[in-house]
Every structure is written in structure tokens, then in C-alpha cells.
């Protein structure tokens, strides 16, 4: 699969990037790790996001490639898409590709559609980022200190630092190499871990003091409204990781954070501590995905509707483990 994506890349002139919309470290670093090297192949190459590139990574060096998508379509050879599962979580982007494009999808979750004409779906690599480091290798791809701290963030941050469940010797083979390759271990850690804004630390403040415990305490849950978020005057992007405080608890099986959105719907983001409790799965019921410890999906309705419903559905998977 890596010969056949490397020679569409290599045999086309326009190509496309991009990834999921709220994009983390991982579909960023990806999607600009691929457009750095892409570029050093002389290759003419947009990076698109719909949500462009959060002032929050900055840090990753090349974010400045990174656009929102236009209005109109653009042709191109190859269009490559990074870290996404569906092709909805792309949002705007796929009005601004014209047909004619040949999709590459290359992805590590498991709930992936395969909507792509060539398909690199890898759920046992913990990070996409992990995914483009081997094909970068494979496919003999000089790895430039700042493609290297790119993909290094990508692993980093979908890894929990080197933490979660995925996280094998063959992720310390690439966080190895990526150091090798000029990786400033902590400078890098310091933007990603400690250089939260103080918006966001009010949020966890919020947060802390309004979780709720359910299943007999083996679920932590946060809601956030609307009404909430606008008086907090939090962003969006101030929400990611929040979720990891509450599964830090002992006995924690599952995080969910239940976030109201503007148009009806709920974000849901839940997260798992078990492999026996399979968050994707239930996400899936919802028409949400993502990876079997950490998933989400976005639901109709208000959001006490959405987290009873939701609830009940986590807690029966725990209580069928017991
Ligand atoms: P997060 O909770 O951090 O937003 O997302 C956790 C994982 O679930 C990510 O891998 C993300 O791609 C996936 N995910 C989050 N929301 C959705 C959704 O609405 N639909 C799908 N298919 N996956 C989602
Ligand atoms: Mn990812």
C-alpha cells in the first residue's frame, strides 16, 4: 500500500492535505508533516483545515501552510486526506476539491469508512502521525527537523505522552528516530503541556467543580452549555484534554463530557480506562466513532436528553463487565 501511495504522490503535480475539522496535534502535525515533505518534492501543494490552524498550535513549525478551504473548488491531482474517519468530519474542505481528485485516506481509527479510492487504515498504529513517520521511512523520505517535530507532536499528543493503550516499542522506535532527526524534546513538550491560555485554565477550574459521578462512580461526566461557555468566554479548542482530568479518578472507568453546540446538537467526547468498555462502540450507536478508548459523535437533542440516553448506554457496557 505505502508503493502505491508514495508513486500517486510522487507522479502528481497538484495535491490537496488536510484533516478533520477541530483538528488536534495529530491531523495537524500530520497534514503539515505530509505538505512540508510534499513541497521538498517540488510539488505544487495546498494544506487546507476548516478550521485553519488554532493560534494554540503555533508551535508546530509550518502551521503558517495551513489555510481554510475557499468558497469555490480547486482542481487537483491527489487529494490526502489525514487522521479522519468520515468524510463529514472533513467539513468544508470537500466542497472546495473539484472532482477528478484521487482520494488517498490514510488513518489509524478502527471506525474509519474506507471512503477514499486508496485506503491506509492502520488502528493498530496509536497516532496517524506514527502511520506517515513509517511510510516517510519506507518510501526513503528525508526527515527534516521540522517534519520531525511535527509527527513527533502528532505520536506525543494522540499517545497521551507516550502513555495510552497503542503505545508499544514501535512508538518509541519513532519518537526515537524523531529525535534523532532534531526533535527538541522540551521545548516542544513545554508549547503542547504547559503553555495553556488562562481562558482554558477557567474551564478546568469550571469543570473540576461541576463533575458528576454516575455508575456507581465509575463514570466522570462534565456538561458544558452554551451559556456557560460564553460567560467562561472559552474557545472551542480550550475544551481538548479537559476530559483527561476526570479519568485520572481511581475507579473511573469512563470520562464523558457532554459540550451543547449551537445547532441543536451535543458533542460528545468520551473516553475509556478499560479495553473491556469500548467507547467507540458506543459512539457508534450514536453515529459518532473514533478509537476504542477515546471516541465521540455529535447527537440531536438537549443536552440532559443526550446525556441520560448516553449514559445509560456506558453504564449497561459496565455493568455487563462486572
Ligand atoms: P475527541 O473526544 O477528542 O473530540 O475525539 C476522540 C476521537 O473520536 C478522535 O479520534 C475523533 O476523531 C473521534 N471523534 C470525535 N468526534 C467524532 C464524531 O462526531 N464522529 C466520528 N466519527 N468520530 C469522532
Ligand atoms: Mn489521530
Redesign the pocket.
Known sequence: MFDSIASALRGANRIAVAS?L?P?A??LGSTIAAALWLKSEGKDVTAWNEDGTLTKFHYLPGHELVSTPPATPEKFDVFLIL????K??LGTVVDAIAPGALWINMDH?V?NELFGEINHVDPSAPATGQILFEFFRHAGVRITPAIATNLFAAIST?TGSFQYQGTNARTFDAGSALVSAGVDVATLSRAMYESQPKRRFELLRFALNRAEFHCEDRIATFSLTLEDAARLAVLPED??GI?DNLRSVEGVLSAI?FEELPDGKV?????SKDPAIDV?KV??IF?????PM?????VHGTLDRVKQDFLKVVCDEIRKRD
Open positions: 478533520h477541530r488536534d495529530d491531523a487522521d479522519t474517519s468520515v463529514k468530519r481509527h471506525s494522540d475544551n481538548e476530559i463530557f458533542r460528545v467526547s468520551a473516553r467507540c459512539c457508534q453515529k459518532g466513532g473514533g478509537h477515546a471516541a465521540g459523535a455529535r
